[in-house]
């Protein structure tokens, strides 16, 4: 598809990975002249707990003062949905975990105000690790690794930009989900402190993460006097350094900052003044000095050589991919929902009173079969195939942990006989023959087998969402029968591993413990 460099633009997934301006109905309007579809905009720095939280009130008052123009996002759904409505999707963002003070549990707090992002350490140490701007790094701390653990449970997107070079190594080493860093440029193409040495780069990058390119001026080769090009100078030197699917675009603007602002973030505790000398007043490189100018920067990538799939990548979609993974837990445990966020999915939808009774009732597996076929299209064209995947296992979960409690109540069953009853019931459902290959209260571990499947015959060629509730409906029921019995506390997951839809001869559904 040739697309004109408007019509790609508008047509693309826009992310900057931070800004940090002076906030304002002007800065909001520059958004939405650039086409951004979200941003990362940074709500704490040096602030403690009150201050920051002061700083997330005012965003809510923003949501509500210009609806218009912005929406809040926690999960990559809302990202999706503020294309869709032509706004721009604010992720709030910590560039400091100063906020938490020294209690991991105001992580989980800052996490339901909408906290998405968090960066390890500014440019001074703190309780979790060094900053870039430290005599000394030292690494991380003990307590830096229960945050780092703690965000990764919560589904907090880390990040190093500012981060002492040792403390990220470890951190991205230690962390369970990829990591970013979402406005910094390679050390050795310009040799400035905040600036990061290829070994960390790298290291991001094979461990799935992404690295936003910045149009800071100080962080440029050519500083003050740089243009558009030279910005493009910088994706292209990274993407041949680590690989188009790990490079995206973190401006680190800072509209309408005075002068003072500057000096604060830079001072930080010292009382020996900034610790790093700008070049006031900063200019921006020609040709994306606002966010209004994004549009230039997919042009420029255009002439670059970059093709339409590329661009998109880079602009966009590398950052949705890396959010999914630490937001929704997609592509690392399990694609399973919490709860909360799928009655979030779930309300977004338009289904008849008959469909969300029988969804809320009734497990997935033991639905008739015209029923599953009649919601399947609704939330298929309503959704995503990302966020149907996530409906499916959450439904099924959900399904099968009620049927279970009801029979262990009324049957007396327990075990794998409750299991094959349950398995038995879904198959003259006609999904098909299932059959229970492994069961182990004690590993905790099951594997259960599908070796005909009559709905996915009857629905044709409609991809692997045939069978996406299974493991949900299968962990389910088996975590329920493990807590009934006292068995294994640890949580549950189930993935497929095989599938009819893939051209497997069967469809092969493991159930496994979280550590």
Same mark, same amino acid.
């Given at each position: 598809?040739?697309?004109?460099?408007?019509?790609?633009?508008?047509?693309?997934?826009?992310?900057?990975?931070?800004?940090?301006?002076?906030?304002?109905?002007?800065?909001?309007?520059?958004?939405?002249?650039?086409?951004?579809?979200?941003?990362?905009?940074?709500?704490?720095?040096?602030?403690?707990?009150?201050?920051?939280?002061?700083?997330?009130?005012?965003?809510?008052?923003?949501?509500?003062?210009?609806?218009?123009?912005?929406?809040?996002?926690?999960?990559?759904?809302?990202?999706?949905?503020?294309?869709?409505?032509?706004?721009?999707?604010?992720?709030?963002?910590?560039?400091?975990?100063?906020?938490?003070?020294?209690?991991?549990?105001?992580?989980?707090?800052?996490?339901?105000?909408?906290?998405?992002?968090?960066?390890?350490?500014?440019?001074?140490?703190?309780?979790?690790?060094?900053?870039?701007?430290?005599?000394?790094?030292?690494?991380?701390?003990?307590?830096?690794?229960?945050?780092?653990?703690?965000?990764?449970?919560?589904?907090?997107?880390?990040?190093?930009?500012?981060?002492?070079?040792?403390?990220?190594?470890?951190?991205?080493?230690?962390?369970?989900?990829?990591?970013?860093?979402?406005?910094?440029?390679?050390?050795?193409?310009?040799?400035?402190?905040?600036?990061?040495?290829?070994?960390?780069?790298?290291?991001?990058?094979?461990?799935?993460?992404?690295?936003?390119?910045?149009?800071?001026?100080?962080?440029?080769?050519?500083?003050?006097?740089?243009?558009?090009?030279?910005?493009?100078?910088?994706?292209?030197?990274?993407?041949?350094?680590?690989?188009?699917?790990?490079?995206?675009?973190?401006?680190?603007?800072?509209?309408?900052?005075?002068?003072?602002?500057?000096?604060?973030?830079?001072?930080?505790?010292?009382?020996?003044?900034?610790?790093?000398?700008?070049?006031?007043?900063?200019?921006?490189?020609?040709?994306?000095?606002?966010?209004?100018?994004?549009?230039?920067?997919?042009?420029?990538?255009?002439?670059?050589?970059?093709?339409?799939?590329?661009?998109?990548?880079?602009?966009?979609?590398?950052?949705?991919?890396?959010?999914?993974?630490?937001?929704?837990?997609? !592509?690392? =445990?399990?694609?399973?929902?919490? %709860?909360? #966020?799928?009655?979030?999915?779930?309300?977004?939808?338009?289904? /008849? &009173?008959?469909?969300?009774?029988?969804?809320?009732?009734?497990?997935?597996?033991?639905?008739?079969?015209?029923?599953?076929?009649?919601?399947?299209?609704?939330?298929?064209?309503?959704?995503?195939?990302?966020?149907?995947?996530?409906?499916?296992?959450?439904?099924?979960?959900?399904?099968?942990?009620?049927?279970?409690?009801?029979?262990?109540?009324?049957?007396?069953?327990?075990?794998?006989?409750?299991?094959?009853?349950?398995?038995?019931?879904?198959?003259?459902?006609?999904?098909?023959?299932?059959?229970?290959?492994?069961?182990?209260?004690?590993?905790?571990?099951?594997?259960?087998?599908?070796?005909?499947?009559?709905?996915?015959?009857?629905?044709?060629?409609? !991809?692997? =969402?045939?069978?996406?509730?299974? %493991?949900? #409906?299968?962990?389910?029921?088996?975590?329920?029968?493990?807590? /009934? &019995?006292?068995?294994?506390?640890?949580?549950?997951?189930?993935?497929?591993?095989?599938?009819?839809?893939?051209?497997?001869?069967?469809?092969?559904?493991?159930?496994?413990?979280?550590?």
């Amino acid at each position: 598809m040739n697309h004109t460099p408007n019509a790609l633009h508008d047509t693309a997934t826009v992310i900057d990975c931070l800004e940090i301006s002076n906030w304002s109905e002007s800065v909001f309007q520059q958004m939405r002249q650039g086409g951004l579809t979200a941003v990362n905009c940074t709500c704490s720095i040096l602030e403690n707990f009150r201050q920051t939280v002061k700083n997330i009130a005012w965003w809510q008052k923003a949501f509500n003062t210009y609806p218009e123009l912005i929406m809040p996002v926690h999960d990559t759904a809302d990202i999706r949905t503020a294309k869709q409505h032509n706004k721009t999707g604010i992720i709030l963002g910590f560039q400091n975990t100063s906020a938490i003070e020294d209690d991991l549990d105001l992580l989980g707090v800052f996490h339901q105000l909408g906290v998405r992002v968090m960066q390890l350490t500014y440019m001074e140490s703190n309780l979790s690790g060094q900053g870039c701007l430290e005599r000394f790094d030292a690494g991380l701390t003990n307590f830096g690794k229960e945050v780092l653990e703690e965000m990764n449970r919560l589904g907090i997107l880390i990040d190093l930009s500012h981060v002492g070079n040792q403390t990220a190594l470890e951190a991205i080493t230690h962390s369970r989900r990829p990591v970013a860093l979402t406005h910094a440029n390679p050390k050795s193409l310009c040799d400035h402190p905040r600036n990061k040495p290829d070994e960390v780069i790298k290291a991001v990058a094979d461990r799935g993460g992404v690295v936003g390119a910045t149009i800071f001026p100080p962080f440029l080769p050519a500083g003050n006097r740089s243009v558009l090009t030279d910005f493009i100078d910088v994706i292209d030197y990274m993407v041949n350094m680590i690989g188009i699917d790990h490079v995206a675009v973190g401006t680190d603007f800072t509209t309408g900052q005075p002068r003072q602002w500057f000096d604060w973030i830079l001072t930080g505790r010292s009382k020996k003044g900034p610790a790093l000398q700008l070049q006031h007043p900063l200019v921006n490189p020609k040709g994306i000095q606002s966010a209004a100018d994004f549009p230039n920067i997919t042009a420029a990538l255009l002439e670059r050589g970059y093709d339409e799939h590329q661009i998109r990548k880079i602009m966009g979609e590398n950052m949705m991919r890396i959010f999914s993974q630490v937001w929704e837990n997609q !592509g690392t =445990t399990s694609d399973m929902a919490s %709860p909360a #966020s799928y009655h979030h999915l779930i309300s977004r939808l338009k289904l /008849t &009173s008959e469909q969300r009774l029988m969804l809320d009732s009734i497990p997935m597996v033991l639905f008739p079969r015209w029923f599953f076929v009649s919601i399947k299209k609704q939330i298929e064209k309503q959704s995503d195939l990302e966020t149907a995947r996530k409906i499916y296992y959450q439904a099924g979960w959900e399904g099968a942990v009620k049927w279970t409690q009801k029979h262990i109540e009324t049957e007396g069953l327990s075990g794998r006989a409750l299991l094959e009853q349950y398995m038995n019931s879904a198959g003259l459902r006609g999904w098909g023959k299932l059959t229970i290959a492994e069961y182990d209260e004690q590993a905790p571990r099951a594997v259960v087998i599908l070796t005909h499947s009559a709905v996915a015959e009857e629905m044709g060629d409609v !991809g692997r =969402t045939v069978c996406d509730h299974l %493991p949900g #409906s299968i962990a389910g029921a088996f975590q329920t029968i493990l807590t /009934t &019995s006292g068995g294994s506390s640890k949580k549950i997951i189930g993935r497929e591993t095989k599938c009819l839809a893939n051209g497997d001869d069967k469809c092969v559904f493991e159930i496994t413990a979280v550590d």
